[in-house]
Structure formats: structure tokens, C-alpha cells
């Protein structure tokens, strides 16, 4: 058996990293991917390994030297017209190659693990195309397979339809042709398509060809949850660093990103809090209905913003602001505070990260839960130089929860002394009995002129892609100066249609949060039966989970990332957990809540 590896192609789109090398040179992660390449190729028995090369050809073959001397033998062909052609012409100087033995066939522009290689080789049958379920980041070549995994159809571009993709596999661009199919079928219509179609098309095309006439010629292999990457752009190297990170790079690498977990579709993410059970498919058809028309048209301004988030809350507009996400309110209300900020401490560090660590008075409960009282934060800042003080409640990452009573006793103590009572609410409608916990309500705004309520919509409704908030006052003055602060259009008509529908689903939404309850006790349940860790209870969407001297949180986080693509959040880097052992849990619906479930019990064995 041997290799061929097609490394003719410019690689335009990556800019600057290959000015003067070809893409195959890029190091991904300090590697370079020929380097990874031939490593992986030189653990089997192979009489050589054929590179068509092209552009910057010199650097490369200068590059692989002599280095698999012993190890590979490796020859070249050369592609002196790679800017005038395409890959199918690289591999048409090759035919005469490919017709010698049975054949590896590798695009040089991949990152793939060990193991892909591994299956291509093992399997029996002669003529094989990995492939893979199509995913939202894939390009270039799908195809279906059928029962037997014979590939029936490559959807050409202009074929290719959203609304099939379920039925949809990438080819992850390596295959194996035995030295039979490569003679008597592939090279003879390669040289038909190219004498008929030209030499700027792509090899893929004449497999297209000979699967419309026999589809038993090529089998499909799928890869199942084998990781892979093709690099093109310099975000592709960016998720490809990240897929492939080392252990202890690859929680850094995910982190760095803030979201964007999408992109990353095997991954389940129990580090950012999101409702699992709205919107529902309903609301999401509607909007979908809309979506040329939110695509192609302005959204409104802050008037009318102002007026749907009141709306949607059941409060006076005059009192209301509207945010691209409630970060965005955080900071305009940062700009606004001149004085000091109470905080208690771990919390959701947006807010004390917007002012100077000077400005902060810190309060951190020494109860083992991190529970507090009213009393005690009185006691605390009772001497304390404070212009607000924050309340996030529930609290993050703790899930503790102070009833409304409270909070409001809380608000009168603070307007009694001047300071702002600033109580964000993103998680109170996880809480049990939500609809009576909320401060949004004009009554407790126009008593409480000190309390500032700040609410993420994205967290309790599920929609963290709108980028949606609220922040409401009875502190007009506050509110007249933020709406001038933010942007002019500082949310899309996206997030402005779905507060305008949302009234609709009002009672979908109670349902939604009830679901989530008995989940989270179900959830719980299952936890507490796990040896090695403390649950702390929660009023919030997510748990704070202590880890018992088995793992360290840092441990227990990389091993659920690394073996299962699990995401939890490791809260060493919050403040007043650093050394303490804590992760958090985000709560999803069953079936994620479950594969977490088994794989704690899986590290726990």
C-alpha cells in the first residue's frame, strides 16, 4: 500500500500564514500539519508516500528533508501550473502512481486523529471514502450513503438543500482505492472528465461520475465521534487549535472563546446557563417565517425597544431599558457609578470587573453552602462607604436564593442610607414559585426608587443568540441617561420581533419553567447518588458541585472535556472559590443531564 498526498493548492484564504509556505506548512498548535501527516503515515508497513506539490514546492520538500529517511519513502510530483488548475489535475499527474499499488488518498490540508487511518486500513472492503455527519461548519463535498453504506449520491453545490441535511455526510477527504478500482475505473474516467471538463475541477467529480453508474464501486466509513478538521481560514485553524489542544491547554482553548460552542457540535456545554425547555418549536417556526424580512430590515430604536421590553415584563416604559444582552447594561450602569461597590463574593464577575478593584468592598460568606442572610449583608456594609451594592439573586455560581420579603427589607435598609440596590434577577424564574420572586412589578420599582433590577433574558428564556436584557427603575433620571449611553440600534430586529410575539407563548414559558423544576430535582437526586462529590442546593439553573480529594476541579473538568466533550465550569478562577474545589453544573434537559450523570460515574469507578 502507499500514500498520496495532494499539497499543490495556494491557500489564499489563509493570508499571511502562507505567503511564502503552502497550506499543508501551517502549524496548528506548533505543529506543522505535513509533519503530522507523515508522523501518522509512518506507522504502517507502506512502500512510499507520493506528494504532488506545487506552489512554494521548493520550501517544502526543503522542510521534509531527510527527516523520514528509514521510515518513509517519500517521492514528489510536480503541479508547475497549481494556479491555473485545480486538485483534479494535481491528481491526474499522479495516475500513473495511483494505478501502482493500493492507495491512501489524503488532502495535505487535514488535522485528524491516529485512529481514522487506522480504520481505513482495517476494513476489508478494498474502496472506502471516510466520511462523517454533516455539520453547520462543514465545506465542500456531501454525499449519501445508503443502508449498506454505499455511497448513492455526491450533492453537487447547487443541489445541496438545508432542509435535507439529516441526510447529509462530508467526506472527510481521505480514502483508500485498491490498485483494481484505480486502473480500471478511476483513472479511465479521470482522463474522460478531464478531457471533456477541463483540469479545474475536482477529483471528487469523476467518484461522482462512477457512483451514478455502480454505487457498490465506493463504500462510505463513517467516523462516528473521531475528531477532524479541514483547514482553509484562519478560524479554522483557530477551532482546529482548539479540537486538538493538549489536556491541559484544552479548557483554556474553550474558555477563551466566551461561546460560540456551536461551532463545536459533539461538545455539551454545562458551563453556559441556558433555559432547556423554551423557546418552544412554535415560537422558533415563527420566527423562522421571518427571517428574510428580520434579515433585510433596520430594527427599531430604543423607543420602541423600551416600550416591547416593558411589555414583556408588565412595566412602565419611562422605567425600562433595553440592552444588547444585560452585559451591555452592566456596563453603561458601571459608567454611571462614581463611588463604591459592594459585592458579594463568588459572583457573576461582569459586574466587579467594570470597575477598578479599588471601588469594590468585598463580602464573602464563610458558610460551606455560601449561603447568606439580609442581616448579615447589613452588618457587613453597615460602615462601609458604598455608593450600590450588588445582589444577584439567585446567586451565581452558588444558586443561593433570598424570598423577595427579604430582598425588599433589604432595598429599604439601603434607601434608608442613600445606596443604589442593584438586584439582578437573571435566574429567579428557575426558582420555585418564580411568577410570586420577581421584582419586575411597577408597585415595588415606584416604592423602591433606589432598586435597580437587572435582568438577562437570554438565561431564563433560552435565547442567549438574541443578545437580550432589561434593566428597570424607578430612578427615571438613571434610566433617560442609559438609553442615551447605549448604541442607537444596540439589538436586531431578530431579538426586537421575539419580544414583540413573545406575549403569545406567555403560557408555554410557565410551562417550560415548571418542566425545569422537576427536572432540576431529578437532577439533583442523581448527583447526591455520585460518591466523590457535594451538591450544593440551587434555586438557579445550575449547580455548584465540591469535588472530594479524588480530582481536583481543574482535574475533574479536563477529564469531562477531554474523554466525553463534556464542558463544565471549573470555578478555581472565581473569586473566593481559588483552592476550594468547586465546579459548576449548568442543569439541561434529561437526556444531557443523564450523559453527564454517566460520565461522573464512569471517573468515579
Known amino acids: 500500500m502507499q500514500a498520496i498526498i495532494l499539497a499543490a493548492g495556494m491557500g489564499k484564504r489563509l493570508g499571511e500564514y502562507t505567503k511564502e509556505n503552502t497550506k499543508c506548512m501551517l502549524p496548528v498548535n506548533g505543529e506543522r ?57 494535481s491528481l491526474s499527474l499522479a495516475k500513473d502512481k495511483l494505478m501502482e499499488d493500493d492507495t491512501l488518498l489524503l488532502e495535505s490540508d487535514l488535522i485528524f486523529e491516529d485512529r481514522m487511518l487506522r480504520l481505513l486500513v482495517d476494513n476489508p472492503y478494498p474502496n472506502l471514502a471516510l466520511v462523517s455527519k454533516y455539520e453547520s461548519w462543514m465545506d465542500g463535498t456531501v454525499v449519501r450513503i445508503d443502508d449498506d453504506n454505499n455511497i448513492v449520491d455526491f450533492v453537487t453545490k447547487q443541489a445541496f438543500n438545508y432542509s435535507e441535511v439529516d441526510s447529509y455526510y462530508k467526506t472527510v477527504n481521505i480514502y483508500k482505492f485498491s490498485k483494481a478500482f484505480s486502473t480500471h475505473k478511476y483513472v479511465p474516467f479521470l482522463n474522460a472528465y478531464c478531457e471533456a471538463l477541463g483540469q479545474n475541477e475536482y477529483y471528487e467529480q469523476v467518484l461522482r461520475v462512477i457512483s451514478f453508474l455502480n454505487s457498490s464501486d465506493m463504500k462510505a466509513l463513517p467516523v462516528g465521534n473521531g475528531k477532524w478538521y479541514e483547514i482553509d481560514d484562519i478560524q479554522d485553524k483557530d477551532i482546529a487549535e482548539t479540537i486538538f489542544a493538549s489536556n491541559d491547554e484544552l479548557m483554556h482553548r474553550y474558555n477563551m472563546r466566551y461561546g460560540g460552542h456551536w461551532r463545536f457540535p459533539k461538545l455539551i456545554d454545562f458551563c453556559y446557563l441556558v433555559n432547556p425547555y423554551f423557546p418552544t418549536q412554535r415560537m422558533k417556526d415563527e420566527m423562522r417565517a421571518n427571517f428574510d424580512t428580520l434579515l433585510t430590515e433596520y430594527p427599531s430604536g430604543m423607543y420602541v425597544n423600551s416600550m416591547l421590553a416593558a411589555k414583556y415584563f408588565g412595566i412602565r416604559q419611562e422605567c425600562t431599558v433595553v440592552g444588547n444582552g444585560a452585559a451591555e447594561l452592566i456596563k453603561s450602569l458601571a459608567a454611571r457609578l462614581k463611588g463604591n461597590m459592594g459585592v458579594v463574593y463568588p459572583t457573576f464577575e461582569e459586574y466587579p470587573n467594570r470597575l477598578p478593584k479599588e471601588r469594590i468592598v468585598a463580602f464573602l460568606p464563610d458558610s460551606p453552602d455560601l449561603s447568606y442572610s439580609v442581616d448579615e449583608l447589613e452588618r457587613h456594609f453597615a460602615d462601609k462607604d458604598i455608593e450600590a451594592l450588588l445582589l444577584v439573586n439567585p446567586d451565581n455560581p452558588s444558586g443561593h436564593f433570598i424570598p423577595p420579603a427579604d430582598v425588599l427589607r433589604l432595598a429599604k435598609w439601603c434607601g434608608a442610607r442613600k445606596i443604589k440596590l442593584i438586584a439582578d434577577e437573571s435566574f429567579v424564574d428557575f426558582s420555585d414559585d418564580y411568577a410570586a420572586n420577581t421584582l419586575l412589578k411597577d408597585e415595588i420599582l415606584e416604592a423602591n426608587p433606589n432598586l435597580i433590577v437587572m435582568k438577562s433574558i437570554s438565561k431564563s428564556y433560552g435565547v442567549p443568540g438574541l443578545r437580550l436584557g432589561v434593566l428597570a427603575t424607578a430612578d427615571t433620571e438613571l434610566v433617560e441617561w442609559m438609553k442615551k449611553d447605549v448604541a442607537i440600534w444596540n439589538i436586531n430586529s431578530f431579538a426586537e420581533f421575539y419580544m414583540q410575539i413573545f406575549g403569545k407563548y406567555q403560557g408555554f414559558y410557565q410551562k417550560a419553567c415548571a418542566k425545569f423544576v422537576e427536572e432540576r430535582k431529578r437532577f439533583y437526586k442523581e448527583l447526591q447518588a455520585i460518591g466523590y462529590i457535594t451538591v450544593v442546593p440551587t434555586q438557579a439553573n445550575f449547580f455548584l458541585v465540591h469535588v472530594d480529594s479524588r480530582y481536583t476541579s481543574g482535574q475533574l473538568s479536563e477529564l469531562l472535556l477531554e474523554r466525553y466533550d463534556i464542558l463544565v465550569k471549573d470555578c478555581d478562577t472565581k473569586t473566593g472559590l481559588k483552592g476550594k474545589n468547586y465546579v459548576r453544573i449548568a442543569i439541561r434537559d434529561t437526556r444531557d443531564n443523564d450523559t453527564l450523570i454517566h460520565a461522573l460515574k464512569e471517573l468515579g469507578k
Request: neutral net charge.
Open 33 to 89: 500539519l505535513i509533519d503530522r501527516m507523515l508522523g501518522q503515515l509512518s506507522k504502517f508497513d507502506l512502500a512510499r508516500v507520493v506528494i504532488v506539490v506545487g506552489y512554494q514546492a521548493d520550501n517544502l520538500i526543503r522542510h521534509i528533508g531527510h527527516r523520514y529517511d528509514g521510515a518513509l519513502n517519500i517521492e514528489y510530483v510536480r503541479n508547475d501550473i497549481y494556479d491555473k488548475t485545480n486538485n483534479i489535475f
